[in-house]
């Protein structure tokens, strides 16, 4: 039989989203975009409105809600549940032995899932909320909150409707009483160093938050370009199983200058944030760099960092943490829904700690020792605010302390936390992950365009390197250190690679000169660059894509003039010997185009029986459009989707 209580609460949802305007309905769209993008769009309103009230959306969305709104959702299922039960005409209960018929006819009458409207005064009543003042307030706020994320409904009486599902959903969770306020993030009377013995003592930090984000976040620019560019130059081999080889982690480890942690980190919010791809070869899946990686690299320090926070923000993953028993790998789709909402609680928690008061995360592993008792007290205590913020993801989860510390600690790696408090790029990710341009901008400097090339055959770069200024002094020299200050160092190997990439010794004293702070070079320099090209190029490596040899000298001498093939730049090495600038393939259906009956030989010396090539081509990854959930909700809505041609063509 259908509920029609169930019904009139769907229609009462689908009215709601009618009175709201496209932009309204496109920031809730946008806030439920993860589970809704696990169904299909939905068509019309009341789609939107059962594809809200589903289980599966549901499951999702409650994880991310904080302690009032899901206290307050509890409470008003929880009485809507009680009348249901108690209002509706259920079969008597089947006796034991009952038959099939009999059972399905009890089960199916549904009165669990009723959605009975529940007045605000019984709501506050519950929540014991009655009195007029702070807690009444954030029960009204939090009541607020869930009508326009679409998780209650008002019906025209003012009672407030809420998805039949909800009990199902925390039935099994003490969410203890209501508590309109988080509670501190650290406990009373807390500070670095109280002076007295036997106390833990925590030096006060030397630096500021926002100096420390500085450090951090200039190095993880450093660092995620170097892990791209060592894919670039040779992709990872992903294992059959899945994940990155122990070989490959220590490899990109090594070639980004971080710790394998770090960089299983940085390789799935790389792979997130779609600079990386996963792509099918005849060797296995490999990862490399996408086109997306080009146009990161011509972005400033800070627009680079922005897609790999947001990335860190939304990920089913935490990353650094490998559970028990399980092999650290990267490069795996996440399936931890919960870690997202475990970031978010706890940026929540540390944004309310001051500096003077937070401390260092506790190491890992966990210390079990008593004298790091005290850490990990501040950690549970931490923890118990943070589950204020989320109810569901934090401390009701397995290994709650482990996978709150490693998250601790990437966001310190990402310049998320210092010194036990959140900093200003930690705070801006909070408020808003799609909003980093400006204070990543603000934090990281402009590159530095010009170097202090000095007598000792050094480029002194004060700063973050420009992308060009580094290009040039990565292929004429050897870096030597990083930091605030980089340093490059110009030596006989490194000025002759500079040669072989098709430099002169003009050229390259034109290109150093143009990026030097004082616009000449030191003298000791010019020589270096001087000798080295007297030498270099003194012998000759010939380029040959292939040979074509025949025991008829006349031939050979006939092709080489032949005017049809001067595309294949024949030169003669020896009378019955030519050498063509293109491959194998290119040459044989060139000759044959010319009239001649060419035969493909291997390089034993034995005829090879062609076969056609197999071409292969990556799919493009899905794009996401930014006003998508605009042009839907005006859809929906019945509205005409506006879009640049009828946008500037009037009012149809």
Known sequence: MTNLKVVEGLDALTRSLAQRTPEQLAALLTRHAEPLARRPAPTELRGLAGALWSYETLHHVVLHLDHPRLQVLAATARISQERAARDASVPAAPVPGADYQSLMAHRLSFPQLASEPVSREDIHAALGTAVPGAARTAAETALDALCADGLAVLAGDGSVVVPPRIPQLLAAHDLGPFAPHAPAPVPDGAAPHDGRPGTSAVPAPRTSPSDESQAAAAHLVTTVERLLASLATEPATLRKSGGLTVREVKRLAKAAGATEPHTRLLLDLALAAGLIALTRSPSGITALPTHTYDDWLARPPGARLAPVLAAWYALWDIPTHTPFGETPTALVRGHDRHAPALRNALLAALADVPPDAGSTSPPLPLPDSPEDEHALARLRHLLRTADWYRPLAVTEQ?????????????????????????????????ADPTRLDEPLRD????????????????????????????????????????????TWRFTPGSVRRALDSGHTADTLRDALAAASATGTLPQP???????????????????????????????????????????????????TVLVSARPPAATLDALRAAGYAPALESDTGAATVERLPSHRTAAPGPTRDPHAALALAQRLLGQRPETPENATGGAG
């Open 398 to 430: 397995p290994m709650a302390e482990e996978r709150a510390v490693h998250t601790l600690h990437e966001a310190a790696c990402l310049g998320l936390t210092a010194h036990g408090t959140l900093t200003p790029l930690g705070r801006a990710l909070l």
């Open 443 to 486: 934090l990281l400097p402009p590159p530095v365009e010009r170097a202090h090339l000095q007598a000792d055959l050094t480029a002194v770069v004060p700063g973050r390197p420009a992308p060009e200024l580094a290009g040039l002094l990565g292929t004429v020299a050897d870096r030597e250190s990083e930091g605030h200050a980089a």
């Open 525 to 575: 320099l010019g020589y270096l660059i001087q000798d080295i090209a007297r030498t270099h190029g003194r012998m000759r490596v010939v380029p040959a894509a292939c040979c074509v040899r025949s025991d008829d000298g006349a031939l050979i001498a006939e092709l080489a003039a032949h005017h049809a093939l001067r595309e294949l730049k024949l030169r003669t090495l020896a009378p």
